[in-house]
């Protein structure tokens, strides 16, 4: 007789949460249970989180972060500070856009350094790139894809909340709530298993009407197939064109995660790469073997490609015109340079990229600086302010595209690391990013 022991990320296999927990096996279940419970009791009461931060007070956190007098703060709450609210634009009510957002696996920006007609490692999206808007002073949040995914989605530092109890609490810091309250179908799309990290679980509860993952996914496209990861990101992004295409009297929120460029780099086989020659320059300085070059060189060539391929067939449909699409990294790649070494810029291991395609009609203005510096918890305040009229949102990020800033308040922030413009004195950004991480803390810690 044998039996198997399915782990927690395996047993996704249906819509319907019923036959999910007939799959789990209860040896398995009852370690996720204690690992849980442990997590659980981790709790700190809120004097505890002001004295590992050193600060006196919330109202001396707000001021620093918001560089405003603390007497100002007096007779408010901290989340007065924390939720914004978006312009009413009569435009936007009647012509609401589609928001697409990609996280894609280690799509660092170290590589593009590396791009040539010799060493394509952009493909399709090359002309996309130059079409429009192309931010790389750009940090990702963390140095993991669970915990960037987080950092983006619900605006919560490290620890995730996904291995604990409290993903199934729903938090008004979700991304998708504004877009939720605007009436959109909200919709999270991962190439993988969506029962990784339990985000089957937690999704749901964070204003997602929709969340899927590669079993569905191979249901519906033709001919997909997967590797180890989950289905190739071709075919998630022929998902997200088939779901983007799906007629509705709503617009839709579509944010999706690929898997594809990690290792071990499997691509499909009937994927002909553009050029991929190695310079000697670059083969002196990678830290792998050849071979692993290649192939990660060839990985990272086939997701921006396939994501090119996409962009190109809506940018050449009428969904073009009324859909924004935004795409960044989780992390860099860490496979083939040697970021650990002393002589090695900072920036230069924790940088992302961040493509933004916005149509005519929604950007309103044309003179976007894209050198400011930013990283993850600026997105979605620039899509909210691209998209929505007159809805509050959870921010401790800037909008990119604000034209009344000064690109000196632009900055990035990578777990210890942060960098800003270089007019944005030390000492106060330093006191900033302190603040910031506070804050996070501090509002997850209230629930």
């Known amino acids: 007789m044998e039996f198997f022991l399915f782990s927690i990320e395996d047993t996704a296999i249906s819509n319907n949460k019923f036959i999910n927990l007939l799959c789990q096996n209860g040896f398995i279940t009852f370690e996720a249970a204690v690992k849980e419970h442990k997590k659980s009791r981790e709790k700190i009461s809120n004097e505890q989180l002001l004295a590992k931060y050193n600060y006196p007070s919330v109202n001396q956190v707000i001021a620093d972060f918001y560089q405003i007098p603390e007497d100002s703060i007096k007779d408010k709450s901290y989340t007065d500070f924390l939720f914004k609210k978006t312009k009413k634009d009569t435009f936007l ?17 170290y590589y593009l350094k590396f791009h040539s007609k010799g060493l394509n ?27 960037s995914l987080e950092s983006i989605l619900l605006n919560k530092n490290y620890p995730p909340l996904s291995d604990t109890k409290e993903r199934f609490n729903s938090y008004k810091s979700s991304v998708a709530f504004p877009f939720y309250k605007a009436g959109y179908e909200t919709i999270f799309i991962t190439g993988g298993k969506i029962a990784w990290r339990n985000l089957n679980e937690m999704l749901p509860n964070q204003y997602f009407s929709e969340s899927y993952g590669q079993s569905v996914i191979l249901k519906n496209i033709k001919g997909s197939s997967t590797n180890t990861w989950g289905v190739y990101d071709e075919f998630l992004f022929d998902e997200i064109y088939r779901k983007l295409s799906e007629k509705s009297d709503k617009p839709k929120l579509i944010i ?34 050849n071979k692993i070059a290649e192939l990660s060189f060839k990985s990272y060539q086939y997701t921006n490609d396939k994501f090119g391929k ?47 395609y916005v ?21 979605f305040p620039t899509l909210f302010n691209l998209s929505l009229s007159n809805q509050e949102y959870f921010s401790l990020g800037n909008n990119l595209l604000e034209k009344n800033a000064k690109d000196s308040l632009f900055y990035g922030v990578n777990g210890s690391f942060h ?23 501090y509002y997850f810690n209230q629930k």
């Open 93 to 109: 009510e009647e012509n609401p856009p589609n928001v697409i957002f990609i996280l894609a696996e280690s799509f660092g920006n």
């Open 310 to 356: 996409m962009l190109t067939k809506i940018k050449s449909s009428n969904l073009g015109k009324n859909t924004i699409i935004g795409f960044s990294g989780d992390h860099n790649s860490y496979t083939l340079f040697p970021f650990e070494n002393p002589d090695t810029k900072e920036i230069n291991k924790h940088s992302v990229p961040f493509y933004l």
């Open 359 to 379: 149509p005519k009609k929604y950007i309103r203005d044309n003179t976007v600086n894209t050198k400011r510096f930013g990283s993850h918890k600026d997105i």
């Open 256 to 289: 999706a995660l690929t898997t594809t460029n990690h290792t071990p780099y499997e691509i499909p086989d009937n994927y002909v790469p553009y050029s991929l020659k190695i310079h000697d320059s670059i083969k002196n300085i990678i830290i792998s073997n």
């Open 121 to 147: 490692l952009l493909g399709d999206f090359e002309k996309h790139i130059k079409e429009d808007l192309f931010f790389q002073n750009f940090l990702s949040s963390t140095r993991g894809t669970i915990f």
């Open 419 to 441: 960098i800003g413009h270089p007019k944005f004195p030390k000492d106060i950004l330093d006191k900033k990013v302190k603040a910031y991480k506070f804050l996070s803390d």
